[in-house]
């Protein structure tokens, strides 16, 4: 398997731009999270899925962010308008199900900088 | 979900043990304790988790204390590659699915 994919793996854009950061998961994992890394703030959870529906969004920062699972092979994380202070690396990560055993399976990130 | 503490910074040197605590005093009965780890320029990967026994895996090994309130990750002979930050973290019964980080600890090896 070729792990949880994401792109862009770098993005650089103005503030006021749209960004759209995507993931594909494992195959056959149920569960899809976001997270948000910065030096400040540490690693932060956005936002996750259970079976494409969203479970918690209590982490999304903001009405500018939104995330979507349209299907299970495919997921988005949008900012629209982006501010200079959205810079950060993105994961998406993915895990197979319901357990406090399962663990979870991450990708190499979204460099995001917003100037 | 129940917090856990954990030295900011380590230093080892290659091929010698290292020890890395972390302290859950609030630990819940069925709260699983999982070690996650970020090497530079990577996303978190999974190292151990465990209940009450001692784990041994092919990356590292989990000592648990008997009344569970700490652990310890041990890596039985650090390398260069094994310079990252590690995260202890705990799942909670009755908690959601998401895994909640905290700041870790940044381990240094030296050559």
């Known amino acids: 398997d070729a792990g949880v994919i994401q792109s862009p793996r770098h993005e650089v854009t103005e503030m006021g731009q749209e960004v759209t950061l995507r993931c594909k998961p494992i195959?056959?994992?149920?569960?899809l999270f976001w997270y948000r890394q910065t030096m400040m703030r540490g690693l932060e959870l956005l936002i996750y899925f259970n079976n494409n529906v969203p479970i918690d969004d209590s982490g999304m920062p903001e009405d500018r962010f939104s995330a979507k699972m349209p299907n299970a092979s495919f997921s988005t994380l949008k900012i629209q308008p982006s501010e200079p202070r959205d810079s950060a690396v993105y994961f998406c990560?993915?895990?197979?199900?319901?357990?406090?055993?399962?663990?979870?399976?991450f990708g190499s990130g979204t460099q995001l900088s917003v100037l | 979900d129940a917090k856990t503490t954990q030295p900011n910074s380590m230093e080892s040197n290659e091929e010698e043990p290292v020890h890395l605590p972390c302290n859950h005093s609030t630990i819940s009965g069925t709260d699983y304790i999982h070690w996650y780890r970020q090497l530079p320029s990577q996303g978190p990967e999974y190292v151990i988790h465990?209940?009450?026994s001692n784990v041994n895996n092919r990356m590292a090994s989990l000592a648990i204390a008997e009344d569970r309130k700490s652990s310890t990750l041990i890596l039985h002979r650090a390398t260069l590659r094994d310079a990252a930050v590690y995260y202890c973290?705990?799942?909670?019964?009755?908690?959601?699915?998401?895994?909640?980080f905290g700041k870790g600890t940044k381990l240094t090896v030296n050559p």
């Open positions: 195959s056959g994992h149920d569960y």
């Open positions: 465990g209940l009450t």
């Open positions: 990560a993915s895990s197979p199900g319901q357990g406090k055993n399962e663990k979870l399976f």
């Open positions: 973290i705990l799942r909670t019964q009755g908690g959601s699915e998401k895994l909640v």
